[in-house]
């Protein structure tokens, strides 16, 4: 069965530090990879997803996320946060065959210091 | 905000109640996806409806149902409701099966006592 792991369940930060999230998923086919962030009182919406092609992606907010498919990780990195950047974020992957499960990790809450 | 909507907010049943949640998808979607979330975890996949069927499921027994209208609104239904299904219902809608950009509503609180 899919996995996803997020060891970080609770990261604390001072603005200006650079930031990396780990996600490691088990799932020996194709998959689509996703990262999602929830502000506080708000939905969840996407950061980045890989699909295919270059490993090193890029989102919104100056975010990216490389995937290592040897190691099954897909972690989530910001070289400088912002305290607007104090939410829960999500790695999700999605397999490619049959109908298509989505896998959400449990999440890691992260908050920043002004 | 992202234009997928889900009614009610809130709600409270008691262990043996059914309920049914309730989602629109934003203009133009026709792919719903449902999850719950528990306190402290992340979303789990319950099902997926594509055009009018049912196209995906996750580990939720029978008792979790669901429907998919011709305007592509959704609804999420629980029978025999349990203590542990407490939890955020999510709706997220896109467009197409392969599901290239989820938008997620704002979710339903279920509280089961």
Do not use: M
């Amino acid at each position: 069965a899919q996995s996803v792991s997020q060891h970080n369940h609770h990261v604390i930060l001072s603005e200006a530090a650079s930031l990396e999230l780990g996600c490691n998923y088990s799932y020996g086919g194709t998959v689509n990879l996703f990262w999602y962030v929830q502000y506080p009182g708000q939905h969840l919406q996407l950061l980045l997803k890989y699909f295919s092609g270059d490993p090193l992606v890029k989102g919104i907010k100056g975010f990216e996320a490389e995937f290592i498919k040897s190691k099954f990780s897909f972690n989530l990195r910001k070289p400088s946060v912002q305290w607007s950047d104090t939410a829960e974020y999500f790695c999700a992957v999605r397999e490619t065959g049959g109908y298509q499960k989505v896998t959400f990790g449990t999440g890691t809450k992260l908050q920043v210091i002004p | 905000e992202t234009g997928v909507t889900q009614s009610p907010t809130h709600l409270i049943k008691t262990r043996g109640q059914q309920v049914t949640l309730r989602c629109s998808s934003q203009s133009g979607h026709n792919t719903v996806s449902w999850y719950q979330q528990a306190l402290g975890q992340g979303p789990q996949f319950i099902f997926q409806y594509y055009r009018e069927e049912e196209n995906g499921r996750g580990n939720f027994p029978p008792r979790f149902s669901g429907l998919q209208f011709p305007n592509y609104s959704s609804e999420l239904n629980v029978n025999a409701l349990e203590l542990d299904d407490s939890a955020l219902y999510l709706c997220a809608s896109s467009l197409g099966r392969q599901q290239e950009t989820q938008y997620f509503g704002p979710g339903t609180r279920l509280l089961v006592l």
